[in-house]
């Protein structure tokens, strides 16, 4: 029995769901184990394009079994109608999804703050976090301060009731008297989510257990995480991160599994670099100058968020930022995603190091401030003109392709063992397979 955690390497976007997908071929169940909808994971399965967004990505496959765990906050609207969503296309998903009932809930005066303190924050002449105003960080916020709503308490209509009422009235003190914004209906909130809940409830449990016994019976399991490990909220450019632990080791205390049980790291990370929001981007380029290099990035690589419709920076690959997140998240192998985006380029550039206030620096600084101050020291290497769409052999990668990606080895120091070259489930280069621990 070998499970799998896999984790995006820079700043979310890497293309964890088509890898999650494909791997899923030989595992019985995948986990999620953190964030919320604000998550965008998109699959591409002979040709037709699927869009997730806290859903498991191993919900295509069918008899495999979906896991969502502790540390996803939870809106009940969301999950429901991407469930909807996919049953309308045939696929079936309640026999097999498991909720945590331990999982904090999203409600919509959550979003509503979210929202809220963007504008004021813009108003005031104050740099927005870029968040997706989905009322994700409010609602860890909730859960940290201990008084947040969970799934477990729909099961107690009167008590949720109760609950539900004295979080109303604090968010909409803070919502009109220190956001100047409308504050919102608590009858309406209660009534939809009390409807929801008797569709949710009964894919709801003990998804710690469940875990438990999967591994005891020799399942193989996949753990998903969402964003990136640059959006961490500990260790991602602080404060332009996201409200949760993204990296490796929150796949045990977000799922509710020993940390014996993880047995491979896998790590997501384009052939260059991406972000979506506000923050310091150290190798980024100008997206919108016709026949400039980020134009083709962003072009050529579709580079629009699944969740949010807006534009992602795009920029260079960043070795000190991939050399940060494989420390942190004990990486085992790399997955190099988007190679084919590179094709056509005369030359290609790998962010090597940093200038920081006259010295040079080989691993991305904490903090927001210092990331800012970084000028990247550039290598340069020989690009590639023909075509690697959809190519699954490395050897029939070009020369240079492979010599870039071998720099990147070097340079990393985590082996690749995975290359995506296209957007379908096939357009895979397998070099070791994760399960083959």
């Given at each position: 029995m070998s499970n799998v955690v896999v984790v995006?390497?820079?700043?979310?976007d890497e293309g964890k769901g088509k890898l999650v997908d494909w791997l899923t071929e030989q595992a019985q169940g995948v986990v999620r184990f953190q964030g919320g909808h604000n998550a965008g994971h998109t699959l591409v399965i002979k040709g037709q394009k699927y869009a997730l967004h806290v859903m498991p990505s191993g919900v295509m496959r069918e008899g495999v079994r979906c896991y969502i765990g502790n540390g996803v906050v939870l809106s009940?609207?969301?999950i429901l109608e991407e469930i909807k969503k996919f049953e309308a296309g045939g696929i079936e998903i309640r026999p097999r999804l498991h909720i945590s009932d331990a999982c904090p809930l999203i409600l919509p005066f959550h979003a509503a703050l979210d929202v809220a303190r963007e504008v004021k924050l813009e108003q005031s002449g104050h740099s927005k976090i870029g968040t997706t105003g989905k009322g994700i960080g409010p609602a860890y916020e909730d859960k940290i301060a201990r008084r947040a709503l969970r799934v477990q308490d729909l099961r107690t209509p009167d008590l949720f009731i109760k609950k539900?009422?004295?979080l109303a009235e604090y968010y909409n003190f803070i919502l009109t008297k220190w956001l100047n914004a409308s504050p919102i209906e608590i009858e309406p909130v209660i009534e939809q989510t009390l409807t929801q809940a008797e569709e949710l409830l009964p894919m709801c449990g003990d998804v710690s257990e469940l875990l438990y016994q999967a591994c005891?019976?020799?399942?193989?399991?996949?753990?998903?995480?969402a964003q990136g490990t640059l959006l961490d909220i500990d260790h991602g450019t602080y404060p332009y991160v996201t409200s949760s632990n993204v990296v490796a080791g929150n796949a045990s205390t977000g799922s509710g599994i020993g940390a014996d049980k993880l047995h491979y790291v896998l790590g997501i990370t384009k052939a260059y670099c991406t972000r979506v929001g506000e923050g310091p981007f150290p190798t980024e380029l100008d997206i919108f100058a016709e026949s400039s290099v980020g134009h083709h990035l962003s072009t050529v690589g579709a580079e629009r968020g699944v969740t949010t419709g807006r534009f992602r920076r795009c920029g260079w690959l960043d070795i000190p930022a991939l050399r940060r997140s494989n420390r942190i998240n004990g990486t085992t192998g790399l997955c190099i995603?988007?190679?084919d985006v590179l094709d056509g380029l005369k030359e290609l550039k790998l962010c090597v190091a940093y200038r920081l206030d006259g010295r040079l620096v080989d691993l991305l600084p904490q903090g927001a401030d210092n990331i800012a101050r970084c000028e990247p020291i550039y290598e340069v290497m020989p690009g590639w003109v023909q075509s690697t769409v959809g190519v699954v052999q490395y050897e029939q990668l070009p020369l240079n392709a492979r010599n870039y990606l071998k720099r990147i080895e070097e340079l990393s120091g985590v082996p690749i063992d995975m290359i995506s070259t296209g957007p379908d489930r096939d357009h895979t280069i397998l070099i070791r397979h994760p399960f083959a621990k």
């Open positions: 995006g390497a820079q700043w979310g009940p609207a969301k539900v009422g004295e005891a019976r020799g399942d193989r399991l996949l753990f998903e995480g995603t988007k190679l």
